[in-house]
C-alpha cells in the first residue's frame, strides 16, 4: 500500500544531542512537508520541500535542518540549537505545492528530552 | 496573512448526538477548505474537502458546506458514535499564499456511549 513511514515512532534526546527523524513516501509526490504539533494547538510548518534538492523554510525553521536528496525521503534533524524540542512531528506529502490536491500524513514521531 | 479560527474544545457528547464543529477562515485569495481528523497517537487523516464556494465535501457521515459570504466550513454530523472521538482541523489552502496549509488550533470531540 502506498503511504508515508515515519520512525521511528519514540525518541528520546538528550541535552546538547541532534537526532534525525526519518520520513519516507512511496506515494510519488514531488512536496513534502514537516510540522510540529504541541499539546492542544495545531499545526505548524517548520519545512518543505516541493521538489528534490530544493527546500525553503516554514514558520518556525530555527533549530531544525533538512535535506531532499532522494524524491522518497525528507529527513528532519533537530539540532541542540533547537530549545524546546519536545513535540509530536508530522511528515506529509502532496502531489505538488501548487496543487490543492490533500496533504497524506504519516503517524508521528513523539520526540522527548532526558 | 491566511488563518483558520476554530470552535475551542473539547466538545463532549454522547452517542447519537448531533455534532457542530465551528471553523471560519480568512484567506487573501480563493482557498480550498479541508476537515482532517486526528486519532490518538497517529497522524492526521482527510475526511472531506470543498474546493469552492457552496461546494459540500462528506465522508462517513460527515458534513461540511464552503459558504464563501459567511467565511465558514462548518463540520456537521447527524448521529456521533463512540469511534468518532478524536481530534478535528479544519485547514484551508490557498494557492495565492505561501504554498502551504494553515491549520486551526484543532477541536478535541470526546463521544460517550
Known amino acids: 500500500d502506498g503511504g508515508i513511514t515515519q520512525s521511528p515512532k519514540y525518541l528520546f534526546r538528550k541535552e546538547g544531542q541532534n537526532v534525525t527523524l526519518s520520513c519516507e513516501q512511496n506515494?510519488?509526490?514531488?512536496?513534502m512537508y514537516w510540522y510540529r504539533q504541541d499539546p492542544g494547538q495545531g499545526l505548524r510548518l517548520i519545512y518543505y520541500s516541493q521538489i528534490v534538492n530544493d527546500f525553503q523554510k516554514g514558520d518556525i525553521a530555527e533549530g531544525y535542518s533538512v535535506s531532499r536528496e532522494k524524491k522518497e525521503s525528507f529527513p528532519l534533524t533537530v539540532t541542540s540549537a533547537q530549545k524546546n524540542p519536545t513535540a509530536f512531528y508530522l511528515c506529509?506529502?502532496?502531489?505538488?505545492?501548487?496543487?490543492?490536491?490533500?496533504?497524506?500524513f504519516g503517524d508521528g514521531t513523539r520526540l522527548s528530552i532526558l | 496573512g491566511d488563518s483558520v479560527t476554530q470552535m475551542e474544545g473539547p466538545v463532549t457528547l454522547s452517542e447519537e448526538a448531533f455534532l457542530t464543529i465551528n471553523c471560519t477562515y480568512t484567506a487573501t485569495g480563493y482557498p480550498s477548505l479541508f476537515w482532517y481528523v486526528q486519532y490518538p497517537g497517529e497522524g492526521l487523516q482527510l475526511l472531506l474537502k470543498a474546493t469552492k464556494a457552496d461546494d459540500k465535501g462528506s465522508n462517513k457521515g460527515f458534513e461540511a458546506t464552503y459558504r464563501k459570504e459567511t467565511t465558514s466550513f462548518h463540520l456537521e454530523k447527524g448521529s456521533v458514535q463512540v469511534s468518532d472521538s478524536a481530534v478535528y482541523f479544519c485547514?484551508?489552502?490557498?494557492?495565492?499564499?505561501?504554498?502551504?496549509?494553515?491549520f486551526g488550533s484543532g477541536t478535541q470531540l470526546t463521544v460517550l456511549p
Open positions: 506515494l510519488n509526490h514531488d512536496a
Open positions: 506529509a506529502s502532496s502531489i505538488s505545492t501548487e496543487s490543492n490536491q490533500p496533504q497524506h
Open positions: 485547514a484551508l489552502f490557498d494557492s495565492g499564499s505561501a504554498r502551504q496549509l494553515t
